[in-house]
């Protein structure tokens, strides 16, 4: 178990300890830390340590941390969502309640998914450049401690007021787009929250990287797309380019914020995303149907 104590479900951990004494688990073993950034070491250290069943209770942070650190090695991933958004979680179908996910993480259905890289480091559902990442970085931990998702609109209508940027984007090798944008998205999944669909042709195992650029200028466009999102229907909104690749490269005309399944990153001009095809096994309910 690789727990962030900074996030809790309902029940927190007590219950958390009550639904394994349950199970017929030979060994449970518990790394525990304060954020999620510490996770990426302790879930390396667990697979070292011969951790067959990885589960991980956080949000998107943890979840991406733990992600890039055992991809591509010998382990399961069970996800306790336990954040504010958990997105891997809801495009999964992951139930939210501690009992539940549980039950999934011990007899649900192993199911093995492609993952994102940019710059070097994996993301499991999204990666955003530019109005996402900024939203991501103003909404800080006790803004959603205090509101949850409600942080994310409130952090929305302010980075909306910034201004597009210039950027060029390849996708396998080709020049894909040129010109002025707010936001660049890189999808492994479609599903950006409940009710809202960023890339409707999205799979998890396809082997493919979903692409879009929203070129809206102020919250007024942006509501625009938003409605289109809320329909699932973003490829039809005249703000929206969307294409599919193994390879994207990011151009830009001055540093931009960027950020990984919620997690915002340093600024950056220049940014590289391919796609690491098959190499992550999550455990999924046996009904999975996504």
């Known amino acids: 178990m690789v727990i962030n104590t900074k996030k809790s479900m309902t029940g927190g951990l007590t219950r958390l300890r009550a639904e394994l004494a349950r199970s017929s688990l030979a060994e449970v073993r518990f790394y525990e830390a304060k954020n999620s ?19 991980v209770w956080g949000g998107d942070g943890t979840v991406q941390q733990c992600v890039d650190a055992v991809a591509t090695r010998e382990v399961v991933l069970a996800i306790l969502p336990a ?12 139930p939210t309640t501690i009992a539940e996910a549980v039950s999934v993480g011990l007899h ?3 199911r093995t998914l492609d993952v994102g890289k940019l710059n ?18 103003l909404a800080d931990q006790n803004l959603k401690d205090r509101f949850g998702r409600l ?12 201004t597009s940027r210039r950027m060029r984007i390849k996708v396998d090798g080709r020049l894909w787009f040129d010109g002025r944008a707010s936001c660049v998205l890189l999808g492994q999944m479609g599903k950006l929250g409940p009710g809202v669909m960023a890339f409707p042709d999205a799979k998890p195992d396809d082997l493919l990287l979903d692409v879009g650029v929203v070129t809206a200028k102020n919250a007024a ?14 490829n039809r909104s005249p703000l929206t380019k969307m294409c599919q690749g193994r390879k994207v490269d990011i151009s830009l005309a001055r540093r931009i914020r960027y950020e990984l399944d919620g997690g915002p990153r340093k600024k950056k001009k220049h940014l590289r995303a391919k796609i ?3 190499c992550l096994t999550v455990r999924v309910p046996a009904l999975d149907t996504n």
Not at 83 to 94: D, F, S, V
Not at 151 to 162: E, F, P, Q
């Open 83 to 94: 954040g504010t958004a958990n997105l891997l979680a809801m495009n999964l179908g992951i």
């Open 108 to 110: 649900g259905k192993d």
């Open 120 to 137: 070097g480091e994996r993301f499991a559902v999204m990666a955003g450049v530019g109005l996402d990442a900024e939203m991501m970085h």
């Open 221 to 234: 466009q942006w509501l625009r797309v938003a409605g289109r999102l809320a329909v699932g229907q973003p």
């Open 276 to 278: 690491e095809p098959g």
């Open 37 to 55: 950034r510490s996770c990426h070491q302790l879930a390396r250290q667990a697979v070292d340590e011969g951790a067959e069943l990885l589960f």
């Open 151 to 162: 942080a994310y609109l409130w952090t929305g209508t302010r980075a909306s007021r910034k």
